[in-house]
């Protein structure tokens, strides 16, 4: 993928992303697209204090800014947002593809079915055989984990202790026994 790794790691088995690694995820994904929404919000109010209307404006352009942040990441050749990525985690689809743009922002969409269902659509994830949340389920993607397993390093030749600190400076030993025996 976009990855490079040493040639002692290679990539294991992919598994499914739980339920609590998933929220994790999305916790961080909404702390950063707050944060990125309330900046705005407070620039708004500082330009136009007593403006409805300018501050209104700032709802729809945050939808749009929260739909681009989920839609592009997940699209891309990450297949993550900033929160999965942390997490070790990506979207694909069934089969293990990446998803295109359409499926991700359907994917988005979708998760306000799953929120208005009680929440029942996110956690249902963890009851799901591929923890699949209903937005998951209805546009035919998955959240894996991008396991990683390290094989044994290759071992370095022994080190050589012919010289040593003796607490002032190196002192040489000599590696043949002395002339003298």
């Not at 309330?38 to 939808?63: C, K, Q, T, W, Y």
């Not at 208005?116 to 937005?135: D, E, N, V």
Request: proline share 6%; hydrophobic share 55%; net charge positive.
């Amino acid at each position: 993928m976009g990855l490079e790794f040493p040639k002692h790691v290679r990539h294991a088995k992919q598994s499914y992303a739980g339920f609590w690694l998933r929220l994790a995820a999305y916790l961080i994904d909404v702390a950063l697209v707050s944060i990125v929404q309330a900046v705005l919000a407070i620039g708004v109010l500082m330009m136009a204090p007593h403006d409805l209307r300018a501050l209104a404006n700032v709802v729809p352009v945050s939808a749009a800014m929260a739909w681009a942040y989920f839609v592009l990441l997940e699209s891309s050749s990450s297949q993550a947002t900033v929160g999965k990525y942390a997490l070790g985690l990506y979207v694909s689809d069934v089969h293990g593809d990446p998803i295109g743009f359409w499926r991700a922002s359907a994917r988005y969409w979708l998760k306000v079915l799953s929120t208005l269902s009680l929440l029942m659509g996110w956690i249902i994830a963890a009851f799901t055989p591929r923890k699949q949340a209903l937005h998951d389920l209805l546009a035919g993607t998955l959240v894996l984990r991008r396991a990683v397993q390290i094989d044994a390093l290759p071992v370095a030749p022994a080190a050589n202790l012919d010289d040593y600190w003796d607490g002032r400076r190196w002192v040489s030993t000599p590696t043949l026994p002395p002339s003298e025996l």
